[in-house]
């Protein structure tokens, strides 16, 4: 479930994770096969024992290996199950036998350990998707894709540790993901933190994290997960794939002593809609969905830092005395009188996916808190 030989092994992560898509799309341009990558073709050989009657095709690293496969599939008529190639791997290709609205397809979603992103990843596994459950606590990943795996199946998720506001780490959790499913069709980037507070007594380093983690955060989650998804593109030009941006009512009106987290999320609706318009020749739709507050969320109900705590602390809400106070006030805000639910996001990203004529959009899921104009 953890893929920690793929960190300690000296093979080309680069390398594989561009042959391993083209696999995929050359299995099956429907995108329902998943490839595995072995570094170590030994352990392969030896775990493959039973499946002798693989076809398998052996190729050097430096051949055009995709050339050669695609080459063959028209040649014979059907693909071989696993490719090894010398100097770098073994690639085990697998139809996929995942149903629902979202099977066979490969999803990272960032900060899956709790809140939404957990939601989110059960909800999508729940569908038939392959799910990295990526997270900076990688203890609540590791817990999330087991729990994952024990109900939708052994191979459904692994648990990848991310600091979404790190290079390195993104495009690690990128190359994770596709040497473990082989591809990419989703990116839910959920990972993001909240720190309010008023103008005069905001530190910088504050602003600067919040900006890092929500802002920088999506920026390099897209940057690296557009990577494979144009590798796929170019196989199966007709293939939609999606980026989707977890933002927030916060990203389409300003919020009150609440301002990195309102311009980080503002800008994040920028990117969104810059990112549509430079992939949209590549199949990728990219979207932000923009929910309402999640008020039975660790996020508003951590009983230490939750937002219900901090608020009365800090006399954000006038007269309020308890924290059944600051969530009436919150209630009362939306007309349709309730805070925000998983469910009511995860209806949001299902239309994102199935649909297939829109791109570039931030999609309120507010209860009629923020109307578009
Ligand atoms: N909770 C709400 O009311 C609400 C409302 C609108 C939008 N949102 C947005 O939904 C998303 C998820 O919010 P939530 O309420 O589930 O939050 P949460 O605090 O419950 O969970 C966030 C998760 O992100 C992880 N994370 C934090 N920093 C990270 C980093 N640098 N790299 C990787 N992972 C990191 C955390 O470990 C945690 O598991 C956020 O983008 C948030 O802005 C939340």
Redesign the pocket.
């Known amino acids: 479930m953890l893929n920690h030989h793929f960190a300690q092994s000296d093979f080309s992560a680069t390398h594989a994770c561009r042959l391993a898509p083209a696999f995929r799309m050359l299995y099956s341009c429907d995108g329902m096969a998943t490839v595995s990558f072995f570094p170590d073709i030994e352990f392969f050989h030896s775990s493959s024992a039973d499946n002798s009657t693989d076809v398998q095709l052996t190729f050097y690293a430096d051949d055009d290996v995709t050339s050669e496969f695609s080459k063959y599939v028209k040649t014979n008529g059907f693909v071989p199950e696993s490719v090894v190639v010398k100097g770098l791997g073994a690639f085990r290709i697998r139809k996929s036998t995942k149903s629902g609205r979202l099977a066979g397809k490969i999803a990272i979603v960032?900060?899956?350990?709790?809140?939404?992103?957990?939601g989110i990843a059960e909800s999508m596994a729940a569908e038939g998707a392959y799910i990295a459950v990526?997270?900076?606590?990688l203890e609540?990943a590791i817990v999330c894709a087991r729990e994952l795996n024990a109900h939708f199946g052994v191979d459904t998720a692994i648990a990848v540790q991310?600091?979404?506001?790190?290079e390195v780490s993104v495009e690690k959790m990128v190359h994770e993901t596709v040497l473990s499913f082989g591809g990419l069709d989703i990116l839910v980037s959920?990972?993001?933190?909240?720190i309010a507070g008023s103008l005069g007594d905001f530190s910088k380093d504050s602003f600067e994290l919040v900006t890092?983690?929500?802002y920088t955060?999506y920026f390099l989650c897209a940057k690296y997960a557009s990577v494979p998804m144009k590798i796929q593109h170019s196989f199966a030009p007709g293939y939609l794939m999606d980026i989707i941006e977890?933002?927030?009512?916060?990203g389409l009106e300003g919020s009150n002593k609440n301002f990195a987290?309102a311009g980080s999320?503002f800008g994040g609706i920028g990117l969104t809609q810059s990112f549509a318009m430079e992939l949209v020749e590549f199949g990728i739709k990219v979207n932000a969905i923009?929910?309402?507050?999640?008020?039975d969320?660790?996020?508003?109900s951590d009983p230490e830092h939750g937002?219900f705590r901090q608020y009365l602390d800090s006399g954000k809400v006038e007269g309020a005395k308890t924290i059944e106070d600051i969530r009436k006030f919150y209630e009362a805000k939306v007309p349709m009188g309730r805070?925000?639910t998983i469910p009511d996001v995860t209806r949001a990203i299902f239309y994102v996916v199935e649909q297939k004529y829109e791109t570039g959009q931030a999609i309120p899921v507010t209860g009629g808190q923020v109307m578009l104009r």
């Not at 990526?134 to 606590?137: E, Y």
């Not at 977890?246 to 916060?250: D, G, L, V, Y």
């Not at 923009?290 to 008020?295: I, K, S, V």
């Open positions: 960032t900060g899956g350990a709790q809140g939404f992103g957990k990526a997270d900076l606590n609540g991310v600091d979404v506001s790190d959920n990972a993001g933190i909240l890092k983690v929500n955060g977890i933002n927030s009512k916060s987290y999320k923009c929910p309402g507050n999640l008020l969320g660790p996020l508003w937002l805070g925000c």
